[in-house]
């Protein structure tokens, strides 16, 4: 029987590398975008190489009405939703703004809340299904300067905890990925080649993660040999924090 999977934050780096996993797996995908229309077309392709479908879903997840209206646009709901679309926030607690505030809430928790609700119906009537959060490690150490992403990221843990007693008698599994320092555009954009190379040190393996391993682990989650695990936190960050 065929699977569907949900990747929110496709276009990013660990969101293109878990859509190009599954879809060698044989999943076919769902992949939401907001802004990055040219990086979408080019993962669309190279997924359909594995023979595939791939419907594009572009929407804002700040904006409730296009939240809401994803679960009108598709035929076929997924047996795998994979919460990946996160926004960061870096700055004194003292100076964060309310906006700020509004806005990491609707990325970072209201939107994985109601896609969960509205996906995990038709999880429950087939007895099976995997949701997939994924955090940060800041989400379970905190980060001084990023407080209020700390926040949100360690909130995503304890829904993940909370719903997955809630759906194991359904056979739905619900498990957080929680990674630490991963190479791409993201820690890029935060720190200087110098900064990146101070946290390299710092972690025990001597190295930035790859997106494809993050990746990888989504996938374990996702097999019948998984089945269960459940409720869990799991970090994939070399050693940095245990």
Not at 100 to 126: C, G, H
Not at 182 to 194: A, M, T
């Amino acid at each position: 029987m065929e699977k569907w999977a949900f990747i929110t934050g496709a276009s990013g780096g660990i969101g293109s590398a878990i859509s190009l996993m599954l879809a060698q797996k044989g999943y076919h995908l769902y992949l939401h975008y907001r802004k990055g229309h040219e990086e979408i077309e080019k993962i669309k392709v190279r997924c359909e190489q594995y023979g595939i479908h791939v419907v594009l879903i572009q929407a804002d997840l700040t904006d409730l009405d296009e939240l809401q209206n994803i679960g009108r646009t598709i035929s076929r709901m997924p047996d795998v939703l994979v919460n990946n679309a996160g926004l960061t926030h870096y700055g004194l607690f003292t100076e964060t703004r309310i906006e700020d505030v509004e806005q990491l809430y609707q990325i970072n928790i209201r939107a994985p809340f109601l896609l969960a609700q509205m996906f995990t119906p038709s999880m429950v009537r087939r007895q099976f299904g995997r949701i997939i959060n994924i955090s940060s490690i800041w989400g379970m150490t905190g980060a001084s300067c990023e407080v209020l992403y700390s926040m949100t990221k360690g909130a995503l843990l304890s829904f993940t905890k909370a719903l997955a007693k809630e759906l194991a008698p359904s056979q739905v599994t619900v498990n957080a990925v929680v990674p630490g320092a991963i190479e791409g555009k993201l820690l890029q954009r935060q720190f200087s080649s110098e900064e990146l190379g101070l946290i390299t040190d710092e972690i025990p393996m001597g190295r930035l993660g790859k997106p494809e391993e993050v990746a990888s682990l989504v996938w374990y989650l996702i097999q019948e040999d998984a089945a269960y695990i459940t409720g869990q936190v799991i970090s994939p960050n070399g050693g940095w924090y245990t």
